[in-house]
């Protein structure tokens, strides 16, 4: 079992000069200074990000979610355009040769703009272009292209009926490049109107993509199972040969002992860590606190 953290290593982002993958831009100033600033900042980005795996190996963290944020507005050219492209081919590739040389997993999880239920279809068109991005992102890194390095989303939408919106699901992956359909994941939610991993196994069982269990989001979304039989079922459609990932994260409103905030809210730190039932599983802690939240736990 491996802990993970997500996307900003808290410490190192406070360090001066600050080491951080997510420098990025307004539209306005995307627009002003065009792709050559949107390169410069990839390089800055894709240069820090080997200096975060490296603090990761010294403090025994092998699971690493990466910013969606590496390439500033990505989806409005082509990242083989950026003046810096070849630096920043030569730096992500040292990058995935570390992770592969100390064991290190690397994942992403897309934001929840990407919607493949929507029936619009510019949604869809957009989440295609920003998914394909991700893939080609993680192609460049030369990272396995399977769920190992899984490229996590979730359905984000229901729109009055869930079996259709999931057929609407499974038909856009089609159109995805091989890159992500390859590294796909979908993940329970936290909303009772929205999908349980009961509900998304109808996924899994007509295009084959692995279910993410989130422990936390089970919560509010149990679809009518346990917890464990939740997890099992999840646990159940991963391939044999592939670790299985899941989500854990405790409630704000629980640890502030604060009624007002929102149950489904993250808490900065957590108190133990989830119950796995026998499952081999790699924990992905989505605590604000990000790598402080598990140093107790390495």
Excluded at 273 to 280: H, K, M, N, W
Aim: aromatic share 10%.
């Amino acid at each position: 079992m491996n802990l993970g953290y997500a996307c900003i290593n808290m410490g190192l982002s406070r360090d001066t000069p600050r080491i951080t993958t997510n420098r990025g831009m307004i539209k306005k100033t995307f627009l002003e200074k065009g792709i050559e600033y949107a390169g410069k900042l990839a390089l800055e980005n894709s240069t820090d990000l080997i200096k975060i795996l490296e603090w990761n190996v010294k403090n025994k963290i092998k699971f690493f979610r990466i910013s969606s944020d590496v390439f500033p507005w990505a989806s409005e050219y082509k990242i083989q355009d950026l003046p810096e492209y070849n630096t920043i081919k030569k730096k992500l590739g040292e990058c995935g040769n570390y992770a592969k040389q100390n064991g290190i997993r690397l994942t992403a999880h897309p934001g929840p703009f990407n919607v493949l239920v929507s029936p619009n279809e510019k949604v869809v068109n957009n989440t295609i272009i920003d998914l394909n991005i991700h893939g080609e992102f993680f192609d460049l890194m030369d990272l396995k292209r399977s769920t190992y390095n899984k490229i996590n989303i979730h359905c984000n939408g229901v729109y009055g009926d869930k079996i259709s919106a999931m057929d609407r699901f499974c038909r856009n992956f089609k159109n995805l490049s091989n890159s992500v359909k390859s590294r796909l994941t979908v993940e329970n939610d936290d909303k009772e109107t929205m999908y349980s991993v009961k509900d998304l196994m109808y996924i899994h069982n007509k295009i084959g993509i692995p279910i993410v269990f989130d422990y936390h989001h089970h919560k509010f979304c149990s679809g009518g199972l346990s917890e464990k039989d939740a997890l099992k079922l999840a646990y159940s459609t991963w391939p044999k040969n592939i670790k299985p990932i899941v989500h854990y994260s405790e409630s704000k409103a629980v640890h502030e002992k604060n009624n007002k905030i929102r149950p489904q809210a993250h808490s900065d730190y957590i108190k133990k860590l989830p119950d796995t039932y026998g499952c081999d599983v790699d924990i992905m802690v989505e605590s604000k606190a990000k790598e402080l939240a598990i140093l107790p736990f390495i």
